[in-house]
């Protein structure tokens, strides 16, 4: 009698396992409830920069379902159309749970028992309260400038740009600390740039295989490949992009010279404020062996071409209008404008990300010798 208790309780522990392991074989279940979103569509993205998908859910009365499968953790969005709902997030196969406020950015919160989902959440409401108090700082400094008194609004402005630059910090040392965490690897990913490359490349050698060969670290590897091909120094990666006119412009044909590549877009505002600075510089110099080229990321040709008139750009300009998806722009791991590479006349590149007085002190220095 004693062992068929024993056997039956052994069934029924496995009966009730049975739907934990069959959420986790057949994917996720994301369920959702926003008080105060009015919205009837909601939006899921998730993967990598260079491998993404996206879901989209009906909203009734706050409520929505995401189903789908992942093969690993996976780095995630939800929004709405307007943003007005947004929250970052990881999602892995098994249920999650999403409440919030729409009229709260700060009141998003995600429950599971998935290691990486947990573990993601954590580090994200750390990075969301460091947010709002510099929102706050940043605020307050704003009254009481209106309100006249500019010492003390000096004083939270500063501790808002400090608090503001504090959580770059905070992401750069989760990113190096956890060699074993998707996100950790998610965070080294967003940090890998030109400026940042030889901390990136420690970072990636220290991370665990498993996390190497998920996709986050793959994408992470190649990003380190195409940008440790156009470092200063190297010779610049070779192209040929049609010109406003459809016409074929080549890299190779500005050899002999100083050529500022520059990455825009008409959408972009920092690329538009620059575009003066350019002109002067090209004014300055064009006639001593300096020319750019621009490369911009517009997908749409009339808003490309009006912009290069409304800024009066006499140089040439290449696109293929696809945006970020710009053949020249992936071949130099461009992924935020306004970028820049400054080429030598044997066709190396000698620095990047030059503007404003940087740009202007660096020509001088060429031009002068």
Request: hydrophobic share 40%; with cysteine.
């Amino acid at each position: 009698m004693k062992q068929s208790i024993q056997w039956m309780l052994l069934i029924v522990i496995a009966f009730t396992a049975l739907p934990v392991r069959a959420v986790a074989n057949n994917g996720y279940t994301i369920t959702g409830t926003i008080r105060s979103f009015v919205a009837t569509e909601v939006y899921l993205t998730y993967g990598t920069v260079g491998k993404s998908g996206i879901d989209t859910a009906t909203v009734k009365n706050g409520r929505f379902i995401f189903k789908g499968k992942v093969k690993e953790p996976t780095p995630a969005m939800l929004f709405s159309k307007d943003y007005k709902v947004r929250l970052d997030l990881f999602i892995d196969n098994g249920l999650i749970t999403v409440t919030g406020n729409a009229d709260s950015m700060y009141s998003y919160k995600v429950f599971s028992k998935l290691a990486a989902v947990k573990e993601f959440e954590q580090f994200n409401q750390r990075i969301m309260q460091n947010r709002q108090h510099t929102i706050a700082l940043f605020q307050q400094a704003y009254e009481l400038r209106n309100a006249g008194d500019s010492s003390k609004a000096n004083e939270l402005q500063q501790q808002a740009d400090a608090q503001y630059k504090s959580e770059f910090a905070m992401r750069k040392e989760y990113a190096l600390a956890y060699p074993k965490s998707y996100i950790a690897a998610k965070e080294l990913l967003a940090y890998t740039d030109g400026a940042n490359l030889p901390v990136a490349i420690e970072g990636y050698e220290n991370m665990d295989p498993t996390i190497k060969a998920s996709a986050i670290g793959k994408e992470l590897e190649e990003r380190i490949n195409i940008l440790t091909k156009v470092e200063p120094g190297k010779p610049a990666q070779a192209f040929t992009q049609a010109d406003v006119n459809g016409n074929p412009v080549s890299l190779a044909s500005y050899k002999g010279k100083y050529v500022l590549v520059e990455f825009w877009a008409s959408w972009c505002g920092p690329c538009r404020a620059e575009n003066p600075n350019l002109l002067e510089q090209y004014n300055l110099y064009k006639n001593k062996g300096f020319d750019i080229v621009g490369v911009s990321l517009d997908d749409n040709k009339e808003k490309w071409t009006t912009a290069i008139a409304k800024d009066g750009m006499p140089w040439t300009q290449v696109s293929d209008l696809k945006g970020w998806n710009n053949m020249v722009a992936l071949l130099y791991g461009v992924r935020a404008v306004p970028a820049s590479f400054l080429i030598d006349p044997a066709g190396k590149i000698v620095a990047n990300d030059l503007r404003g007085e940087t740009l202007n002190k660096k020509l001088q220095q060429l031009f002068s010798e």
